[in-house]
C-alpha cells in the first residue's frame, strides 16, 4: 500500500495501517495491543468505521448507492426460560438455585404468549436461553423446540449458549453414551464428550434448533476465566461447541465481557482463539460460521464480582490483571498452574478495573480491525446505553443488536436501557446512516429509505420525539423480574 491515504500514522513498532484499513493484512495480537496502547481514539474510530463500511459493502453489494450506508438491527426477544442455574459465576444476579421462592421454568403457554408478542411486533428470532438447569432432560428441550417450531414455524430460533451445551453434555441421559456429574463433564473422555456433544446437538437442531449464541464466552485467558466463571465451560469446551455446530451447519455469533479482572492483552488473546476458529471454519468449508462478534463490560450491580474494590486509576502501580497478563503472554508463567499464578500475582483477581465509554470504544474498535473474517461487529447499548451504542457506530459496529423486547440477565446486575424500534432507526439514521431490519443471518428484511416518509419506517412516523415514550412494542411482562426503565429520546 502507499503512504498516500489519510489513515498513515507513526507507530512505536512496525504497522501498515493502511493495509489493514484496506484488508490486505492482518492486525497481530502485538499490534493489536500497540494500537490499544498509542493509537487515538480518533484515528481508531476513522479506521474501524473505514473497515465496517468496505465489510458492509462486500456483504450488501446491491445496497442502493444513493442512500446513506446500511446499519442494521433485528427484532428479537430474550427469553430465559428458567433461572435455575448449576453455575455461580461470579459477574452473575440473575442465577436462583431450585428450591428459591423466585426460581422459575416457564411452560410452553408462557413461552408462546411471549413469542405471539414478538411475532406481532414484527419480531423474527426468539433468543432462548438458561440458567443451566440441572433437572430438566433432553425430551424438556426438544418439546420446547418442536412446540415452538409448529406454532411459529418462520420464527427463527436462536438458543442454547455452550456453557448450556456443556451442562448438557454432563447431565442428559442418552441411552449409549454416559453422564457425569454436573459440572464435572470434562471427566469424560475427549472423544466420548465430542460424541454426545454432537449427539445432543443433532437432536436438537433436529427438533428445531437455528443457531447458537456466543453467551458464557466472557474472557478465555484461563488464569482469569477459573476466576470469573465458576462451573461453566472453559476455552477449549466453548470453542468445541462452536466448531461441532458450525460442522452441523448452525450460524453463531461470539462475544466477550471485558472491564473486571483481566488484563488488556486478556481480550486479545480472546479475539485470536475466535479469528483462529473461524479461519478453521472456512478452510473446512464447514457450513456454519462465526457471524458476529459483540464485546460489552462488565456490569457490576448485585453480583459477587462487583463486591471487589476498584482498582485506583491514579495508581502508580500496574493494574494486576495486566501484570499476570505480561507474565503469561511472555512464557514466564503457566495459566493452567493455579498455584503458580496465585503465588506469582496474590493481589490478582482481587481488584477490578471497570471499563467506561472510551475503553468500551477503543476495545471495540480495535475487534473490528481485527476480526478480517467476521461480518459483523456489534454495539453495546443494552450495557452502555443509547447514546454510547450510537457512538460505536463510529467505532466499527455496523450492527445496533435487537430491539430488547425483554431481557433479564443483565438488567439484574443494574443496566436499564430498553429501546423499541423507532428509537432504534432513529439513533441509526440520526447518526447519518440507512436503518435497516435484518434476520439471524444478516440478510436484509426491510431497508428504511427515508426518502418518501414511509409510514412503515418506524422513526419516519414519529412526527414528535419529545413525546415519544418507550411502549409500541412493549407489553407487560409478569413471568420474570424487570428492572428496566422507559427511555425517552430527546427531539433532534
Ligand atoms: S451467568 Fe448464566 S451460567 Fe453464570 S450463573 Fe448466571 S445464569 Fe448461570
Redesign the pocket.
Known sequence: MSGATPYRRAFSHSIDIDAIVAGDARLSFEQAMMLYREATLHDLGRWSTAVADRMIAKAYPDFPKQLPGVRTYVIDRNI?YT?V?????T?????RDEDESDAYTLDQSQLHRKIQELVDVGGTQVLL????HPGLPIEFYEDMLRGIKAKFPTVHVHGF?P??FV?FVAVFKLDDLPTTPPGKSKQLPADLWQAKLEAIMRRLQAAGLDSIPG??GEIFAEAVRRRI????ADARQWLDVMRCAHRLGMFTSATMMFGHIEGVADRFHHMQFIRDAQDEAIAQNFRGRYVSFISWPFQRENTPMGRLPDYDLESSEPFPGDQLAELVYSGQLDPNDKVACDKALPGAGKVVRLSGAVDYLRTQAISRLFFDNIHSIGSSWVTMGPRIGQLGLYHGATDMGSIMMEEN?VSAAGTTYRLDEAVLCHLIRSSGFTPAQRDNRYQLLRIHDSSGGSAASPDLSVTDWSRHRFATSQSADTDAADNSVELTIDAK
Do not use: D, I, T, Y
Open positions: 430465559n433461572n442455574c448449576s453455575a455461580r459465576c459477574f452473575c444476579a440473575f442465577r436461553q438458561g440458567g443451566m449458549s456453557p448450556e451442562e453467551g458464557g466463571g465458576l462451573g461453566k440477565v
